[in-house]
């Protein structure tokens, strides 16, 4: 239902009222309802803004300066598409119908664009991949590794269901040794907003190398071998293309006639996940960016992805990637109560951010934002389930492609990770290890820097890791790497190793080639 602006009004009166940057009494914010003008932004940083061309599209790109973060939940609940949260501001677009309500409450703003009405435009670097060269592109790698890989499709776009398109949730299924469905089993999103165009590329980029690398790493043909790995990387076919010509599009492309004739275009595909939905940090204006549709699993694209995820039921892993913030999420998204797992999020969080540079913390500590795909996956199917933001304020959502080695170099060892953890999570408490090398029979086994002090034994297999305690142990005594020979007759191609802390608590499982 669309609020009215007195409605409107008293919810951005309440937020700010106890505010000392909210100006004047909401009596007469609502008996004058005359938007004030806007004051250029000197302060802020432009950020990205400072290399990208505007053009007029009915939004405004502002600074809002907040107190509370129930004050930024409000502004996402009315419409606001909030890009960056600073301490004591953030910024974000909005549509004109908003940016007059938000001046009416005389709430201290300011504005980035040149002129009101005026927005971003993004820039398509030519070297990212369009739908139609991800689909030729994941083809080709399903040609080159029959073996391996299984290509398929989760569903379709709206666009395509109207008969508009003809546009796939392309997914790609890896794999090694073993019956897939045996394995537990991870999934890695990408793009569930069009703009965000790095979030393509680093699903693409993790696939070729596993893929490259099976055989010649050992690490990664253990993880193949042992774990059951999806990717899709791309979620909003449909909104993607509108990005490939230039528009900072976040929504997929639902035209919302169902709801009104004069409807905005496009559903938030990472608001419409049905666990809490329409609880906080959404809009139901159909013109904001972060319009949650007119259900929960609104959309045929949420839908393949619920779809898919209950009815592979040995997923235990999940990671989304999106742009921007150099942040690691977890649950909660809807609520800032801690969850049954917290020790467990912020264990594998801290990890995850000491790897990638990223600050970690839940989705509520940012703000509140309900509907999302990592509360779904966990409250719904229990999976751990983490959303990566990439690249910073200067990023943007559309950097340069040249900009694509960092991200992937950052991001990397999280998905390398994350992939050992599925059916082992609570390996995140125990040491991990650095690197086993080997020197004719004899095998270097060194321990992540943070964890050195706190290693007792390591112990190792060879053909198959089994259960934690199993296996030969060798001694550490808190020494900063240990060194152990394999017998020369030695069955296997493979020799796998986990350490031990002194809390009795073991990490994650490394390999190395025996021959």
């Not at 802020?44 to 803004?49: D, N, Q, R, T």
């Not at 490939?244 to 169902?258: I, L, S, V």
């Not at 999302?372 to 304020?393: P, R």
Request: aromatic fraction near 10%.
């Amino acid at each position: 239902m669309k609020k009215s602006l007195k409605h409107l009004s008293l919810l951005l009166v309440t937020a700010f009222a106890a505010s000392s940057l909210y100006s004047c009494s909401s009596e007469q914010n609502l008996s004058t309802n005359q938007p004030s003008d806007l004051v250029q932004s000197l302060s802020a940083s432009k950020g990205f803004l400072a290399n990208r061309a505007f053009e007029e599209t009915g939004r405004t790109i502002i600074k809002v300066f907040y107190t509370s973060k129930k004050q930024i939940s409000t502004l996402n609940e009315l419409g606001m598409d909030v890009w960056t949260v600073q301490d004591g501001f953030v910024i974000g677009q909005v549509a004109d119908p908003l940016l007059n309500k938000i001046k009416s409450t005389f709430i201290k703003v300011e504005m980035l664009s040149p002129k009101e009405g005026m927005s971003v435009k993004n820039v398509f670097d030519p070297a990212y991949h369009t739908y139609d060269e991800l689909t030729a592109e994941l083809q080709q790698i399903a040609a080159k590794y029959p073996n391996l890989v299984k290509l398929g499709s989760i569903g379709k776009t709206w666009e395509t269901l109207k008969g508009k398109a003809n546009r796939s949730l392309w997914s790609m299924r890896i794999n090694g040794k073993g019956t897939p469905d045996s394995k537990p089993g991870i999934v890695f999103f990408g793009n569930h907003h069009a703009r965000e165009l790095v979030t393509v590329e680093i699903p693409l980029m993790l696939i070729k190398h596993l893929l490259d690398n099976y055989g010649k790493d050992a690490e990664i043909t253990n993880l193949l071998d042992t774990k059951d790995i999806w990717v899709i990387p791309m979620v909003n076919p449909d909104g993607h293309i509108q990005a490939e010509k230039g528009d900072n599009w976040r929504k997929n492309r639902n035209d919302n006639k169902d709801v009104s004739a004069n409807a905005g275009i496009g559903v938030d595909l990472n608001r419409n996940y049905g666990h809490q939905w329409d609880k906080g940090g959404s809009s139901n204006d159909t013109r904001s960016d972060t319009y949650h549709g007119k259900a929960a699993f609104s959309e045929p694209e949420t839908q393949a992805v619920r779809d898919f995820m209950k009815g592979q039921k040995n997923l235990d892993v999940m990671m989304s990637y999106h742009s921007f913030s150099n942040l690691i999420l977890y649950p909660w998204g809807w609520s800032s109560a801690p969850t049954p797992d917290a020790a467990k999020f912020t264990t594998i969080g801290k990890k995850l951010g000491a790897m990638s540079g990223y600050k970690p913390q839940s989705a509520a500590d940012l703000y509140i934002a309900s509907g999302i795909t990592d509360d779904y996956a966990y409250a719904e199917l229990k999976m751990l389930a983490f959303t990566t933001e990439m690249g910073s304020w200067d990023d943007g959502f559309d950097p340069p492609y040249s900009k694509v080695a960092r991200f992937w170099k950052e991001n990397l060892p999280n998905a390398l990770y994350l992939i050992k953890l599925a059916g082992e999570s609570n390996a995140a408490f125990g040491p991990d290890i650095n690197t086993v090398t080997k020197s004719g029979n004899t095998y270097n086994v060194s321990f992540d820097a943070k964890y050195t002090n706190d290693v007792a034994k390591i112990e190792y297999f060879t053909n198959k890791a089994t259960k934690a305690g199993a296996g030969t142990p060798v001694e550490v005594n808190r020494q900063k790497s240990v060194s152990f020979s394999l017998d020369t007759k030695a069955t296997g191609n493979m020799v796998y190793v986990r350490a031990q802390g002194t809390d009795g608590k073991w990490g994650t499982v490394s390999a190395a080639f025996v021959k």
